[in-house]
């Protein structure tokens, strides 16, 4: 694999190292170190030379390999370069005449998900800036499924309408649930086993609860690798109770999608053949340059673009010269669209799904190894009050960065994300390691 290493000068001030994960200050003394006032004019360019070496020096290095703080990490090359040819070829992917490549590319990378997914009658999809996203259009397209008259009519044409969705999913289904005027209080969360996977004859329950009460279940939100756990919830089960009741199932993938690519892990996805869409995030697992989120649909009626199409005229002009079934713009909510799906197609070109795969197989095995590493150690206990005084500790070093919080009635724990293809044995010793020096007076 081709490993860049970006070095910056830092005026040789030896005080820093270089390979911190951050240097950290607060608010108020980060302000002072940038200078960030604008003014009337310019600086010179050894000035702005300066303010780009800062803005390097002073973020959060989320490429080192001791960065495990949030599900994302490392530095793809590929992807890398990607993203610097999209901003600099600067086109908007709305239309196939403004964005000819990068439209033909989208198709390309969604109709390989589609396949790797297992739809193989195909489907649908539009790459997103972010999995929330992606996760309020599974909202937005399942009430329209249902009630197509309440994109024209609004809210009126509705009944009561109710989200299931497990206890430990994303806050971006409550969010989409406010946005488009269903309301937090008709989302109605099941609970989930010990492992945070979501109990099937508990979903069974809570949708003969919502009946009862005369509002009607349209949609279930499962998750494939959830937030905190990082659970799977069990797709083929829950497939079977919305066969059943007619509800629309969409797989929150944004985190676990990429397991699908291995052949020893796709068991944890098993059935997500059956469900009406899926986001995933290529940006997580796999390490595409942010943000690259995909939102895919099983369907092959249009109905994504039917449900967000707006027709505007000087755009999707239907009597243009070549297949406008090629302008994807009115699938999206969006009008301006980066081309993020070259981040996600550079690089498997360069890779290939092989070595995708084991990208996968690799950070599971280091999740692995540092889980049977903890089982070994002695003094490591979870107190409420020690995990922040150790987190403060460790981003004031800048030795490395996780994060931690509680769950439910326990105390809080840090919370391993093993990404990067850089991580070694080695790093995940030095975490051990370095939770045990940073708390032990504690």
């Known amino acids: 694999m081709l490993q860049v290493w970006l070095l910056v000068d830092l005026d040789s001030d030896t005080s820093v ?7 950290w200050h607060s608010p108020e003394q980060l302000k002072k170190l940038l200078d960030l006032e604008l003014r009337d004019r310019g600086e010179p360019e050894s000035e702005i030379l300066q303010r780009c070496r800062d803005a390097i020096r002073y973020s959060v290095k989320t ?4 960065f495990f703080n949030q599900l994302y990490a490392g530095m793809e090359p590929y992807s890398m370069v990607a993203s610097f040819i999209a901003e600099a070829v600067k086109t908007n992917l709305y239309t196939y005449e403004v964005a000819p490549v990068f439209t033909l590319m989208e198709d390309a990378v969604l109709r390989k998900m589609i396949k790797v997914i297992g739809w193989e009658e195909g489907g649908d999809g539009i790459f997103n800036p972010g999995g929330s996203l992606s996760n309020i259009y599974a909202v937005n397209l399942a009430r329209y499924r249902y009630c197509p008259d309440f994109k024209e009519v609004g809210m009126f044409s509705a009944p009561r309408l109710v ?5 430990e999913c994303h806050y971006s289904i409550s ?4 946005l488009m005027g269903i309301g937090t209080k008709n989302v109605y969360t099941v609970p989930t086993d010990e492992r945070g996977r979501m109990i099937p004859s508990a979903l ?3 949708i003969k609860l919502a009946k009862s009460e005369g509002a009607v279940p349209f949609m279930v939100n499962a998750t494939a690798g959830t937030t905190v756990l990082g659970a799977f919830d069990p797709i083929d089960e829950i497939a079977d109770i919305c066969e059943k009741h007619n509800l629309w199932l969409h797989v929150d993938a944004c985190w676990g999608g990429a397991a699908i690519m291995s052949k020893k892990h796709k068991h944890l996805l098993k059935g997500i053949h059956r469900v009406d869409s899926v986001a995933w995030n290529p940006h997580k697992m796999l390490m595409a340059s942010l943000q690259c989120s995909a939102f895919l649909v099983r369907d092959k009626t249009s109905l994504l673009q039917r449900c967000h199409s707006a027709r505007a005229s000087y755009l999707f002009q239907q009597d243009k010269f ?3 079934s090629y302008d994807t713009g009115d699938k999206s909510v969006q009008c301006s669209r980066k081309p993020d799906a070259f981040k996600f197609w550079l690089m498997w070109k360069a890779l290939g799904s092989r070595e995708l795969e084991q990208r996968v197989d690799r950070a599971l095995a280091m999740a692995r190894y540092l889980a049977e590493e903890i089982k070994k150690r002695e003094g490591f206990r979870l107190v409420l009050e020690v995990a922040p005084v150790v987190k403060q500790r460790m981003m004031k070093t800048g030795s490395m960065m996780t994060g931690y919080q509680p769950l439910g009635e326990k105390a809080n724990f840090f919370r391993m994300v093993v990404i990067s293809p850089q991580v070694s044995r080695q790093d995940l010793d030095f975490v051990l390691d370095e939770i045990h020096n940073l708390g032990k007076d504690l």
């Open 17 to 23: 190292p270089v390979f911190q994960v951050c240097e």
């Open 63 to 66: 490429s080192h390999p001791r």
């Open 163 to 167: 989200i299931l969705t497990s206890q």
């Open 175 to 178: 969010k989409g649930a406010a």
């Open 204 to 206: 069974e329950e809570k």
């Open 322 to 324: 070549y297949d406008v």
